[in-house]
């Protein structure tokens, strides 16, 4: 599903990079290329991350 139709950037997309331990959607954006354009998305973005970010904590424990 696409999460920024500005940039055309996927779930999976915003799924790789917080798998590489990018935890803020900004940071997600510019670690694929280009920043948020109208920043609708960024709350659908962080919430990826931090679904992402929040898992990994419950296994490591």
Do not use: F, K, W
């Not at 950037?9 to 917080?18: H, M, S």
């Not at 900004?26 to 290329?33: C, D, I, K, M, V």
């Amino acid at each position: 599903m696409y999460v920024c139709l500005c940039n055309g950037y996927r779930d999976g997309d915003i799924r790789e990079v917080a798998e590489s331990g990018v935890r803020c959607a900004q940071e997600a954006y510019l670690t694929l290329g280009n920043g948020p354009c109208c920043g609708t998305c960024l709350p659908s973005a962080q919430e990826i991350l931090d679904e992402i970010h929040g898992a990994a904590a419950v296994a490591a424990e």
